[in-house]
């Protein structure tokens, strides 16, 4: 049976572990979930998986709202469907699988729930390639991971703290002097928030704060509010070119 695993990456984390997955599956594809539309299911029995990284304590609205679209994809066949989750974070997820249930409109016990944390300082190779196998086994095998429900501090952060984030964080992105309008940036932002508008970036108003753009922009041209403390690029990515969703 096909397995499609969608992702949505801002540094390279979660698209790298999208891509790791598949490649340990028979017959699996990772795909940028801009492209994930309810046409993809229909007449199709696929597993489907959505790997993301947590963005304050909670899952990246643009991902939430492909999970609404393509949760109506699943019309009729949702009882027998395998549905899986990776959130790789930096040591809090939070209550983001609260946010997957309702967004897929499944009932806990219906979606494999696999918290994947990737420390930004001393990331280790062997840890993480072990749990990567982990949760590829368990999504080869159709399997449910047993599951912890989240602590009231945990839900607090994830329904209180995420919308105030979302709500206020604007970084207001621009590029300064050294840009050379290679276009890097409008490539691997994974919300199609970047157009190129006479050689430079103009960013719109669909951002949702992963830093990609920040990151991964090869002349570090880009500046806006938080940007210095969200310096970080994947360990697992060696360029921008292998972040590329369009
Ligand atoms: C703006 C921002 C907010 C973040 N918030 C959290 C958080 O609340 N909890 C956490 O564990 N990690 C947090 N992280 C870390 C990311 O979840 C982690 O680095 C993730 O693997 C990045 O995935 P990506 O490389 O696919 O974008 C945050 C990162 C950024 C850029
Ligand atoms: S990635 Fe950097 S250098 Fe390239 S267009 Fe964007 S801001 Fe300019
Ligand atoms: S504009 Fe930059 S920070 Fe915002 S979603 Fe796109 S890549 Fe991420």
């Known amino acids: 049976m096909e397995t499609i695993v969608y992702f949505f990456s801002g540094t390279g984390n979660s698209r790298k572990t999208a891509e790791s997955i598949a490649a340990r599956l028979e017959n699996a594809r990772a795909v940028p979930i801009g492209a994930a539309s309810?046409?993809?299911?229909?007449?199709?029995?696929?597993?489907?998986?959505?790997?993301?990284?947590?963005?304050?304590?909670?899952?990246?609205?643009?991902?939430?709202?492909k999970m609404r679209a393509v949760s109506a994809g699943f019309a009729g066949s949702s009882s027998k469907r395998y549905v899986f989750a990776v959130a790789t974070h930096g040591g809090n997820?939070?209550?983001?699988?609260?946010?997957?249930?309702?967004?897929?409109?499944l009932k806990r016990k219906r979606v494999a729930h696999f918290s994947l944390e990737i420390p930004r300082k001393k990331f280790d190779a062997d840890a993480y390639e072990r749990r990567v196998s982990e949760i590829s086994t368990f999504v080869g095998e159709r399997r449910l991971p047993p599951?912890?429900?989240?602590?009231?501090?945990?839900r607090l952060l994830t329904v209180l703290v995420n919308p105030m984030g979302n709500a206020f964080m604007n970084p207001k992105f621009s590029a300064g002097a050294s840009c050379v309008g290679c276009g890097a940036c409008?490539?691997?932002?994974?919300?199609?928030?970047?157009?190129?508008?006479g050689g430079k970036p103009s960013w719109g108003k669909k951002c949702d704060t992963c830093f990609g753009c920040v990151n991964w922009c090869p002349s570090a041209a880009i500046t806006?509010?938080?940007?210095?403390?969200?310096?970080?690029?994947?360990?697992?990515?060696?360029?921008?070119?292998?972040?590329?969703?369009?």
Not at 186 to 197: D, E, H, K, Q, W
């Open 186 to 197: 409008a490539r691997l932002c994974p919300t199609g928030n970047i157009s190129m508008i």
């Open 93 to 105: 997820p939070a209550a983001s699988c609260d946010q997957i249930d309702r967004a897929l409109k």
């Open 147 to 154: 599951f912890d429900s989240p602590r009231l501090s945990s």
């Open 224 to 246: 806006g509010k938080m940007a210095d403390a969200f310096r970080y690029r994947s360990p697992l990515a060696s360029s921008a070119e292998e972040l590329f969703v369009r």
């Open 38 to 65: 309810l046409a993809d299911f229909s007449g199709s029995d696929a597993a489907v998986g959505f790997v993301f990284p947590i963005l304050m304590f909670g899952v990246p609205t643009f991902v939430l709202s």
